[in-house]
């Protein structure tokens, strides 16, 4: 054999070997990625068969959030029906009361017709979302059959004998939460819903400036706007901050209830209205009318305190004014938080906010607990 024929035969040798190494390389990552694919079709399933034996009873899976309900609560239950839908459930989206201003716009931006109100819960069989107290609850949800609750607050009073679906994440929204869902449990989100979502995850934290905002409601709000199309989140959030600052036509009676929420601890009864202002002139003027509508309010509700808290959430600033319906309200207010700023004969002024979900209902609840109700 010449030199020049040994020369390309060895040539020849190589470029094989080359080839069938590379051939085997990415045989070898096609392997790895069949692999990868059936674990993670795996823990789908797995996840999936956790909750086949959600105990449902005659009838549809009613998902609802709390009274006077608000952008996370009505889009959260919307979203999370769907999911159950996916499951194999008969689940419908409901709310318990007409929407307010900010949550329509989101509706309406998603392109999603608003929920039917559930008047009474009574006998149905109810998914609850973004609370677990029955006094936020819809009428009859003590005589309801509970199926599951999906949160981001404490753990409420709401109990069942029978086993459900119980998931409570310290995070920044309710809605982050369905998303989690969605992807651990292997389901697409379509692009209304995923608009939806990233609204209420903008809303109920501050456009990601709250304090309990976590790297998973960051990490949904990106990619909830790439499947919705959205491409400016900023100012898709301004519109939605707008909306949430609009009170337009609005009584002050329906300000005071337009997110309002109340609890129990050791035997009192509370309730909180929280009222967005856009600045200083606006929140002083905000606290006035709450003040004039808070004694009605107060004999409107079954509780034994009540108060708004007006907050501005603008720039960095986090400025709240709590003010109480009656005298008793601000003896036991001043006594649980002694160190506010300012009080200027309405409101109770904390210059580095008092959240209510943060600050205001943890610290209260812990006071009333030390001073049980007699």
């Not at 889009?75 to 709310?95: E, K, N, P």
């Not at 979302?129 to 709401?158: F, N, P, R, T």
């Not at 002139?281 to 034994?304: C, H, I, Q, W, Y």
């Not at 603008?314 to 506010?340: C, H, L, Q, T, W």
Request: with cysteine; glycine share 8%; charged share 25%.
């Amino acid at each position: 054999m010449s030199e020049k024929s040994t020369k390309t035969q060895t040539v020849l040798l190589i470029a094989l070997a080359v080839c069938l190494a590379i051939t085997g390389f990415f045989v070898g990552k096609a392997s790895e990625h069949s692999d990868a694919r059936q674990e993670r079709e795996r823990l789908y399933a797995l996840n999936r068969s956790s909750i086949e034996k959600l105990i449902v009873e005659d009838g549809p899976i009613y998902v609802i959030g709390h009274r006077s309900p608000d952008s996370d609560t009505v889009c959260s239950a919307i979203a999370y029906a769907r999911f159950l839908t996916l499951l194999g459930h008969d689940a419908r989206g409901a709310i318990t009361a007409p929407v307010n201003h900010e949550t329509a716009f989101i509706l309406q931006e998603a392109g999603v017709e608003t929920p039917p109100v559930l008047e009474d819960a009574s006998g149905e069989n109810i998914f609850l979302v973004d609370h677990s107290e029955y006094a936020q609850a819809a009428e009859g949800m003590v005589d309801a059959h509970i199926v599951g609750i999906l949160d981001h607050h404490g753990v409420g009073s709401v109990t069942t004998g029978q086993q459900l679906l119980y998931e409570a994440k310290p995070i920044g929204a309710t809605a982050t939460i369905v998303w989690l869902d969605y992807l651990n449990y292997g389901f697409d989100i379509d692009k209304p819903t995923a608009h939806l979502l990233l609204g209420a995850v903008l809303s109920d934290t501050d456009g990601l400036t709250g304090s309990t905002t976590t790297e998973a409601d960051r990490q949904a709000v990106s990619e909830l706007a790439n499947i919705a199309g959205v491409t400016d989140v900023d100012a898709l959030y301004h519109s939605i901050h707008a909306e949430k600052l609009s009170y337009e036509g609005m009584t002050n009676e329906e300000i005071l209830f337009s997110d309002y929420k109340e609890y129990e601890a050791s035997g009192t009864t509370y309730g909180i209205g929280l009222v967005n202002a856009i600045d200083e002139e606006t929140a002083k003027e905000l606290a006035e009318r709450m003040k004039e509508a808070l004694p009605a309010g107060f004999a409107s509700k079954n509780v034994d305190l009540m108060y708004a808290s007006v907050g501005i959430r603008e720039n960095g600033e986090k400025i709240d004014r709590i003010i109480p319906a009656n005298e008793y309200s601000k003896e036991v207010f001043e006594a649980a938080f002694p160190n506010y700023d300012e009080y200027d004969g309405t409101s109770f002024i904390f210059r580095t906010g008092l959240g209510r979900k943060t600050k205001f209902v943890p610290g209260l609840t812990e006071f009333l607990n030390a001073h049980p109700h007699e």
